[in-house]
């Protein structure tokens, strides 16, 4: 079945810094990927949706300078979270609509732990 | 707004019994409503609901939508301990012309005690 490899799975920086999360379609063309936030005990925000080749759209209150999302090719989209803050802590997934017509789903990355001290 | 809310946010049973999830949406230009469990990581797909009265199954997990009610449940019966988890509805949809949405409802924490 369809496969979104994400990486890192778990990441702890300092404040101030920079971290990348890649998500990787392994066996199909993902021309669109969503990212999602989620906090503890809560659920998945989407913070943008990331489309090959063109610029990503971000929802209302997601800082598009702060969360840079690059989708180069149609199996690789990578996000970035700049000048991390602690409040930037949180597990960021993202995921991949499969399949077209009638017959679709969405995978997701197995998520990234972003720990920001 | 678009929206998705679960209900209730949070669930404690006990082992054998019986428990409905519930999701209502307003959106505009539904496409589907999905069901996904999630324990430590990423969620995994349970089922996907694009017509009315039309029950889905799988093991002791059962879904239908209601497009008249703009709801769906998700019913577990025999509840196991391993059934606990927080199990999210997503609606898609499309909007603002082409842009094609999946949104997250809040999520339902499920607690299964022996």
């Known amino acids: 079945g369809a496969v979104v490899s994400q990486h890192p799975s778990r990441v702890i920086c300092k404040s101030g810094t920079s971290v990348k999360i890649e998500c990787r379609s392994l066996d199909f063309q993902a021309t669109t990927m969503f990212w999602y936030r989620q906090f503890p005990k809560q659920s998945l925000m989407l913070m943008a949706t990331s489309n090959e080749g063109s610029k990503a759209t971000y929802e209302q209150g997601v800082e598009k300078d702060k969360f840079l999302i690059n989708h180069a090719s149609l199996t690789l989209s990578t996000l970035t979270v700049t000048s991390a803050h602690p409040e930037d802590s949180s597990f960021y997934i993202c995921s991949a609509r499969v399949g077209e017509g009638p017959n679709y789903g969405y995978t997701f990355g197995s998520g990234t732990r972003l720990t920001v001290v | ?114």
């Open chain 2, 1 to 114: 707004e678009d929206k998705v809310v679960q209900s209730p946010l949070s669930l404690v049973v006990h082992e054998g019994d019986t428990v409905t999830l519930n999701c209502s949406y307003e959106v505009t230009n539904f496409r589907s409503l999905l069901w996904y469990k999630q324990e430590k990581k990423a969620p995994t797909f349970l089922f996907m609901l694009t017509s009315s009265g039309i029950e889905k199954k799988s093991g002791r997990l059962s879904s239908i939508l209601d497009k008249k009610e703009l709801s769906s449940i998700l019913n577990i019966t025999a509840t196991q301990t391993g059934d606990s988890a927080i199990y999210l509805c997503a609606v898609h949809y499309i909007s603002s012309g082409s842009a094609r949405q999946l949104t997250f409802g809040s999520g339902t924490q499920l607690t299964v005690l022996p």
